[in-house]
Structures are given as C-alpha cells and as structure tokens.
C-alpha cells in the first residue's frame, strides 16, 4: 500500500485558509469584544473536531462529550481558583486561603485530590490525561462488548445527567450550581482584560492547529483508514483480523482530549467553569456543531461550531425570544436536508468549478463562512 | 440505619415505602411505554418525548378551563375526557412528525435524535409563546387529590392509585394492541424484516406512521397524568427525558416486557436509597448502577433473539 | 397568556390604557415623593457622563439582563415585566436628570456563561449606564466579574444566600438572614414549634439558608431541634420518599425551600400523601414560594401555608395598591406579583434616586450617592440601602390561601438589618 501524504493539495490550502480566518481576518475585522466572543467559539470547535473523528470517521456518536468539556474545564479552574485563593485575598473566611466557597460549605482544609492542582505541570496532565482515563475505561466497557450506535449515544448521555447531579450536588468540592468563579491569574498573569483575552483568543487558535493536524495525522494514517472501513463494514474489518474496539476506544479518548483542552482554554477564555457545560443539552449542542460543519470534514467541524454559535448570539441579540426556533429549525435543516453540513455544501456545489483551478478555490469556501464576519 | 424506629414503625417504613415505589414504577412506566413504542419497535430516537407529554399536559390544562367555564357541574369527570383529547392530539403531531419528518430518516437513527431534539426544542418555544413562560396551574378534581388513611402513619395517595390504575390499563391496552391485533403483528413482522415484511404484502409507511402516532399519543395521555403530580410549563418535558431513555435501554429496547421489568427494578432501587440516603446521592447511585449494569449486560435485561 | 412581550399590552387597547398606567404612576410618586422635574439642559451631557456612557442629551440606555427561554424564564418573567414598568413610570414622569429611559433587553438563556457573555456586551459595547438583571445566584457569580471588571452597575433582585457585597451590585432582595430569622422565631413563638425538617433543592442558596436555619434553630432557639435535612437534586419529581421521611420523624414545622418545578411536584404530592397544611400538623413554612409559584402550583394545593418574604401583593398600603393596578393595567388583569418582581420593580427607582443624588450617570458617583438612599414610594412600603449595598426592609410571613394570594399574619416592627456575613452562623 503506497504510504499517503499527510496533506492534499487542497487539503492544505484549506488548512491555509482557516489559518488566514482565525489568525488575520477575525482578529482585523472584530474588535475586541466580539473576538473574545469568538475565542470562547473556538473552544468549542475542539470538541466538534474531536466528534468528528469519533463520529464522522469512527461511526461512534457520543452525547457525552460535555463531560470531557467539563473535566478539562473544571482541572483548569481548580488551578485557578487556588491561585485566586490566596490567604491575603480571602482573609475574611473563616478558614482563609481555601476557595472561597468551600468555606461557604463549612469544609476547613483543602481536600486531598484538590491538594496537586497547586501545580501548573500536574493540572495540565491532568487535562489531558483525566479525560482520556474516562474515556479508556468507558469505550473499553462499551466497545469490548460491542455496544455501538444508539445504545452508545444513550449510555453517555446517562453519564453527563450523572455527572452533571455529582457536580452540583457536591457543592463543596465543586462550587454546585454556580460553577467556580472569579478566577484571576495564570502564574501571576491576569486573565480579566481585555488584551489578555485577545492572548488567549490566539493561544487558542495554535492549539486548535496542534489538534487539527493531530487529527489529520490520524485520518491520513492507518488507524483511520481503518475507522472508515470500520464505519461502513465493522465485521468485515473484524473478520479480517483487526481489533476492532482497540481503535474505536483509541479514537474516542483522542476526542475526550481534545474536549478536554477546549474545556480548560473554555476556562481560561471565559473566566470561570459551570456545571451548565457539563450536561446533556451542551454535549447534544456540540454534536450539533459538528453536524452543520460536516460530520466527515475536520475543517467544518470548526466553521460549524464557529457559525452556529455566532448565529446563536447574533439571533438571540435581535430576536430573543425566537431564536429557539431559528436553532430548532436549523438542526432539522441540517439532518433533513443538508446531512453533510457545510462540507457537503462546499463538496456539492462549489468544488465542481474549481476542480481545474486550484489555486482559485482559496476564496471560495470563504462564501461558506462569510456569515462568520 | 433502622434504630431509631420502632417494629411497628419499621413496618409502616416498608409500606409506604413499598407504595411510593410502586407510584415512581407507575410514572416510569407511563412515561416509557410510549418511547419503548417508539424507539424498541421503530428504531427511532425521539428526543421530543417530553415535548409530547407536555402537549397532553397543555391539553388537560385546556379542557380542565373549558370544563370550569361551560360544565362545572361536570368538572369532576373532565379529566377522563383530557385524557382521551390528550392522546389524540399528541397522536396526531405524531403523525404529522412522522409524515414530514420521520419517514425520511429511517435509515439514519442517529440522525432522528438530531432532528427530533431540534424538534424539542421548536415546541417549547411554541408552549412558550401560546401559554406563556410561566407554569400553568392545572386543577385537579378534588376527588382525586384526597388520601386514603389505613393507620396511623400509613396514607394512600388516591392521586397514586389512579396513575397505578391508569398505567395497568395503558399496558394492558398496548399489550393487546401489540400481540393480538392485527396492527401489533404487522409492527412486529417490520421490525423483525422490513423488506419481507413489505414483500408479504403489508404497508409499511402507514403502520409506521400509526405506531409513531400510537407512541406519542400514549406519551400524550402520560403528560396528561402527570398534571396531577408534576408541574406544566414549557421546559417541564426535559425533566423526563434522561429518565424515560434509561428505562427503556435498561429493558432491553425491543422488549416491552423489558421496559416494564426495569421501570420496576429502577423505580424500587431509587425510592427505598432514597429513604436512607440523601435524594441527590440515592439518584446518582442509581443512575451509576444502571450504566454500570449496562456496560455489562448492554443489551439490557431482556433481549430479544433476532437476527440482524 | 403570552406575557414575555416586548411591547406592553395589547395593540389594540394599548392607546388609553398605557396613558392610564403612566398617569397613574406619576401619581403614585406624585402623592409620595415631590416630583422634580429635572430638565437635561440643566444637566449638560459632559458633565453628568465624564466616563462615556451611553447617555445622549435626552436619552440614557440601561440594560436588562434575565432568562426569557430556559428553564428560569418561569422565573424570570416577572421581574422584566417588573422593570420595564418602572421604566415606562419614570419615563413618563420625565425620565432622569430630564432624559428618557431606553432599554436594551437580552436573554440570559438560563445558561450563565451566556450571562457572563451578555453582561460583557451591554457593559463594553452597548456601554449601558446601568443593569437590571440576573436571579439565580449562578447567573450573579458569572457576571460578577465582568461587573467589578467592567465598572458596571448591577441592580439584583432575588432573595438570595448571602457571602456576597460587591460595590458594583446593589441587592434589591433579601439575604438570607433577613428572611430567614424573623420567620423561625415567629413560628417558635406564636405557633410553639420545636421541630423542624429541612427540605430543600440542591444548590448553594438552600443549602445556604437551611445552614442559617439550623444555626438559628440549634443555637439561639430553646429547646428547638433540627430532626432532618434533605436535598434533591433540581427539575426532581418524585417526593413521596422525602414525605414518608417527614411522616415518621413527625416534625413542627417542614421548612421548605424547593425552587423551579419541583416546587410543583413537592407541594401536589404533599397534598395528595394527605398532608392537610390548612390543619397545620405539620405546618409548612417555605422562603421559596411567591404569588408566583402558587400559580403553577395552584392555590387549592398549598392553602394553608406560611411564607417568610419581604412582600406579598396583598400587602395593604397606598403604594402597593398604585404598583398592583399599574402592574395588572400594563402586563394583563390575570397576572400575580411575587417578592421578587417587586424587588426587580425598585431597582430603576433606586438607581434613579441614586443618580438624581449623585447628578450624575458616572458608576462611582452614582455607588458613592447610593448607601443611605431612601425610597418611601417603595410598594412593600419603604426601603433604604444599607452601606453594605442591601436593603434595610422589614420581614413579613403570610399565609397561602386558595385564590393563590397570600394573607400577611405578621410583620417584623422595624426594618431588618442586611447583614451578609451574619456572625456565628457560618
């Protein structure tokens, strides 16, 4: 078999063109505001990148999604908070130098597993590492005795009720409700103003990068090759001898993390971590995100979560009280009618005329996402 | 865990703690009979379950008004009268769902539950609009709000025993309609071969459509119920949701035995953790046991042998 | 019916009516507060807004920033519909320091980072010179930030938990000491009630509270007990275990502070286990049901209950009765009024009288003129704010009846103190 390359042409250029987007264009176009706005968007594009591989190229759709959102997300706040929770800046509690709403619960020394997150290295592994454990333990259950599809959908969508209860009802290791808030500065540096929001809008963008060409490098390689084959024919692969669930459970731990890191850049950009982006309705939203963009297309996946969040605010900024309706419409819009989202669109429509010319299509697919602007 | 309380006590404990079970199985049951329809029979994943039931709630809510203003003498009966409206109305959104929806998306179940949850979320903006973003109140006759006192510490909840009579009669109904009409064969036959069931000459785009309305119609008639324990507003359907999927997985989709099986197993284990643990832990300690169990055993507690 | 309009009333009736509600809210302050007619040239642009606020020479914009889809819009409905008819009010007696009201509306989606977001947009890029918004104490913690960040004003309604005093929030509701104390010692007083079972929804404000309550119970309540405590989690339906509990522990009082639907749930599923409030064996006091809860509720479940709040629209004084009859001209006869839509309604009054204080739209001038700002014109019958930014305001327990009102039983002498790091019941 002749050992692919990493990239097509046309492949690159549109790596290209959405590093032109996020790197040049939002950044010259938006002011600061609206591109601290678009930096939280972009957090949720690495979960939809993350469901593109499980989903689009490993046929495993997980509703739960949210939930590796939330690990990472609640890893890096826990950092966070306990920097914020210095003894001068809570002096007023009654057991100063905790977060401050342990000592609203009346806990009076740090708990045991909070006590590592002092460190920056182990939050970060922990990031990254946490979720994926979950994942391994959770697909290599499900996908050792062959639970797929639906059943699949319906047991990690149990597992974000779960976790959302746990969270909030552990309200004095995990701020319940409310989330962790007020969280102030990253080894000294503020987080709050506005120029350090645009810092992490583009820090954002690199590590999107890294996970872009991570999952491309998955596709192009032998593993999603086999994913595909897996997707269209499982027991064929099986019976040609693969193992089966090793790549299923290879590739939904990979989008765990990925989740995971758009969680704690989530934190970062947004300023503090909510049990609200832990539950159903968020992951089911994720999954959405994914579908506009085109469940098969990386690429998408990132215009989609760009494009519905930026409708979702746009929408409910004008019309408030309707813009259900709009999202609602859309999500059946977009199974009914446009089942590969805008990937299939650009696929469809616009990719016949540029085939001869490929340098002309650069500006092309920026039709797709000109609403974005 | 049991000093503190006398023999007599203890005794009244496991009664009464017997009965809320059997409501909580009752309410499992009323709300996962229409989905275990639905989603064991078709395949289809609605995430517009809650949406439904709340139609029926929204129905009862009406006719308990129209009741007040032109039958008052007749307001004690009026809830049978809802019930009845209420499993036609969600019956028929059922059918339109399918027709306009649905049909199209057989082949892709996954992407039913993408479409029905945009569809969830269109009706409770609609709710929202027609009724208002308040709850409404829905009265209930008084006859069915009193109690029943046994002893001393034992009280029967009439409310309790009527959504116990009523899934009785529900289950019994779909039981007939499944394995002794002529409909309930022909849903079986597509669901075990849609292509031979075809060939042998039976319509499969209209049983669909009638078991998709049948479905959503008994969710109807569970909305409608639950005015009597639970609240009506637009996002009151949501709280079901998660519920009602575990039920019916847990029972083994294809099986409404199943279904029934794990209303029970889920709905005992809950309310007696309930009783000795805090409400938050004893509904996370069983959701945990229900994933673990499935992971195990993913096929659910009765599955039924076909071949795929 | 649909009452989360944009625009007041109906169209077709909105002509006399409106002139109706506007007259009658002049005269409200009219016969309360000497009416000053400011008039803007008095008052030059450049000088009343020094930190480029969204102030014209006769407008000046604020925000309001409540759910109006989600789950809390049941909630929050009332309060919108609370401050846009202080708005209309005080626009129609001329607006502020001569300039009219506008407002710019969004919708927190019941989902706080969305909060936080919206809250950033009104304060950075709508530059509003005020907020009126937020209920949950989740949404109020994820804007808070952006709030203190941002130098913005926030105007906050709801009865919440306490531990909290920012100088860019003013409290228009109570914390938890105010509402909770009053309530325990009358009940131990007057009804002898030695027991108590506490119930409540999982998350910070129950939890919260009930941590006060049984503080209070235990240590400043003779011979009291504290016999159980219970959370659910929210959206929970199903309380026929948590009744059996309260059956067998057989407690005075059940103390209840179960939010959202399964209020609903909570108070049907009491009264059909046959636990008759009206017969007060156990009695049931809640800090969690207003006039506007019982409607979901339904009055015919839940008569016989006490509430401990700051206001019930039974309340009988002259500025109630004017704020209920405008209430019901502008947003529709059917509607009820809870505590919290009258706290959200005193929060353009206050930031007014704040302003017209201060002379000017400036947040600081406008912080430092509001701690002693009186408001006699308040419905629930006069208010003050506090140095720590609540209100001075008296506690009340009234008593549910079937029409889904409330009959007031007591009313506290004085006004209550705030105090939102209460000593000794943390």
Redesign the interface.
Known sequence: MKKQRLFELDEALGFALLAAVIFVLFPAILDDFRLNLFGKYLTYAFVAVGLVLCWGAGGILSLGQGVFFGLGGYCMAMFLKLEASTPENTAIQSTPGIPDFMDWNQITALPIWWQPFHSLGFTILAILAVPAIFAFILGTAMFRRRVGGVYFAIITQAVAAIMTILVIGQQGYTGGVNGITDLRTLLGWDIRPDSAKVTLYFVNGILLFACLFVAQAVRKSKAGRILIAMRTAEDRVRFSGYDVASFKVFVFCLGAAFASIGGAMFTLQVGFMSPTLVGIVPSIEMVIFCAVGGRMSLLGAVYGALLVNWAKTTFSESFPELWLLGLGGLFIAVVMAFPNGLAGLYQDFVRPHLGFLHRERARAPAADQSPAE | MFSGYSMSELGAIFAMQGFAGLILFSVFVLMALGLAIIFGQMGVINMAHGEFMILGAYVTYMVSHVFQTWLPGLFGLYFFVAMILAFIAAGLLGMAVEWAMIRHLYKRPLDTLLATWGLSLILQQIYRSVFGAREVGVTIPDWMMGSLPLTDLIEIPINGIFVMVLTVAISAAVYVMMFRSRWGQQVRAINQNRVMAGAVGIDTERTDRLTFGIGCGVAGVAGAAFTMIGSTGPTSGQLYIVDTFLVVVFGGAASLLGTIASAFTISQAQSIMEFFLSGSMAKVLTLLAVVGILMLRPQGLFALKLRK | ????K?TPANPLKSGPNRRAVLAGGAALTASLFTPKFLRAQDFPTAAVNTTGLAVTDDTVTIGILHS????M??SE??SVQAEKLAIEQINAQGGILGRKIEFI???G?S????F??KA??LL??DKVASVMGCW???SR??V??VFE?NNGMLYYPTFY?G?EQSPNVIYTGQEATQQIIAGLDWVNRTKGAKSFYLLGS???WP??SN?IARKHIENFMEGCEVVGE?????????F??????I??KKPDVIYAIVV??????FY??L????IDMTKEAPLLLTISVTE?E????????IEGAYACMKYFQSLKNENNRAFVAAFKEMWGDDMVIGDVTQAAYLGPWLWKAAVEKAGSFDVDKVREASPGIELPTAPEGYVKIHENHHLWSKTRVGRAQAD?QYEVVYETEDLVEPNP?PEGY?
């Open positions: 019916m649909s009452d989360n944009k109006i889809t989600g789950t819009a049941i409905t009332g509306q969004e919708d989606a989902d706080w980072p969305t936080a977001e950033r947009k950075v890029n949950t104490s989740a913690k994820a808070l930030p960040q938990e531990l999982d998350y910070i939890r919260t941590k219970e959370y659910y989690p929210l959206g929970h339906t199903q026929n275990s948590v009744i059996n509990k059956r067998l959202g639907g399964s209020n609903v749930a049907k599923q009264k059909a286990a046959g506007d019982i409607r979901g509720i339904g009055g015919e479940n889904g790091f943390q």
